[in-house]
C-alpha cells in the first residue's frame, strides 16, 4: 500500500519560505515520477513542481521561487518555496506515479497525499 505524508505547511509573511516535506512508503520516490500540485479555494488542483530521475519541471508561476528535490535515503520528496507570495495560498499535495515519465496532468498520478495547508499573508 502506497502512503504519502506531506508536512511542513504553515503560516507565512509575504517574501518568506518554507519547505515541505513528503514522506512515502510502498513506492521508491527515485524510481517514480513525483509531484507537487495545489488548490486554492474555489479554484481548481493547479500542477506546481513534478521530479523524475534527475529532471525537473515547474509552472510558470513558480519557476526561479520553488525548488522539487528528494532524498532516495529517505524516501522523501521535498518542496523549497522562497519568496512566498499570497497567491501562493492553497493545501499542497505531494503525488506519486506509478510511472517514470512525469506530466503536469494530476490523472497521471496514482497516489495522493491529505494535504497540507500553505497561507501567505499580505
Known amino acids: 500500500q502506497v502512503q504519502l505524508v506531506e508536512s511542513g505547511g504553515g503560516l507565512v509573511q509575504a517574501g518568506g519560505s518554507l519547505r515541505l516535506s513528503c514522506a512515502v512508503s510502498g513506492r521508491t520516490v527515485s524510481s517514480s515520477a513525483m509531484g507537487w500540485f495545489r488548490q486554492a479555494p474555489g479554484r481548481e488542483r493547479e500542477f506546481v513542481a513534478a521530479i523524475n530521475w534527475s529532471n525537473t519541471w515547474y509552472s510558470e508561476s513558480v519557476k526561479g521561487r520553488f525548488t522539487i528535490s528528494r532524498d532516495n535515503a529517505k524516501n522523501t520528496v521535498y518542496l523549497q518555496m522562497n519568496s512566498l507570495k499570497s497567491e501562493d495560498t492553497a493545501v499542497y499535495y505531494c503525488?506519486?506515479?506509478?510511472?517514470?515519465?512525469?506530466?503536469?496532468?494530476?490523472?497521471?498520478?496514482?497516489?495522493w497525499g491529505q494535504g497540507t495547508q500553505v497561507t501567505v499573508s499580505a
Open positions: 503525488a506519486a506515479s506509478s510511472r517514470s515519465s512525469w506530466s503536469k496532468a494530476s490523472a497521471a498520478y496514482d497516489n
